[in-house]
């Protein structure tokens, strides 16, 4: 493993969580094939899916529990968090709702690679060469990828504090996918989760025919192309 890339591991799995790491060094290293196969066209079932108020009156709950700095409320003994940590959770479970939005996953996978496409939104990249999980680099931050077990694990260190993880995590039968994406920030003092599930279905054939020729570039019919 080179220099730069030891660094860039470190600050990965250091940064996540000062107590816990999100990936550590055994999950970033695998031994023969991945675990499972993700490959597939999902869909978003949103009857199972996380509702997004939900979540957010459990981490305010959670946040009043915790926050030293939470204030008396009008009940007796009932407390509320501050504004600012108010306004901090309030960014995340935005930023985790953005991110979550696309409804179809396009995920294809080889013996190194897993690369995740989202529908209007920046697609994901998971490396895995000679064993060891691979960061990569792109205009919205730092990914490194691990295996815990046969959940995909794919963490994302992004400017200004902020930090994704995904957690993938496939059905036996194949058919159903599940995604629990959770942000933090160093601004938030507790962090934003979200779980999206997802059922697998077949992309349509296209209803049309295209061939590459020389004299006309690219050529398409609804019927037989015959040259």
Known sequence: MSRIHTTLVLFLVVAACSRQPVIDEDMMRIDGAMPVNLAGSWERDYARSDDVNAALRAAYYELS??????QFSGNPGATQPSSKDTSALMALARLAELITRPDVLTISQNEHEIHVARKDDFAMLCAFYDGVAKGTESRYGTEICGWDRDQLVSHLVLPD??????RFTISQEGDALRVVTTVSSSTSRVPFTLRRFYTKFKRPTPDYECIETLSMKRVCSTGELVL
Request: charged content about 25%.
């Open 65 to 70: 529990r915790t926050s030293p700095d939470r």
């Open 161 to 166: 504090g902020l930090q994704v993880t995904h």
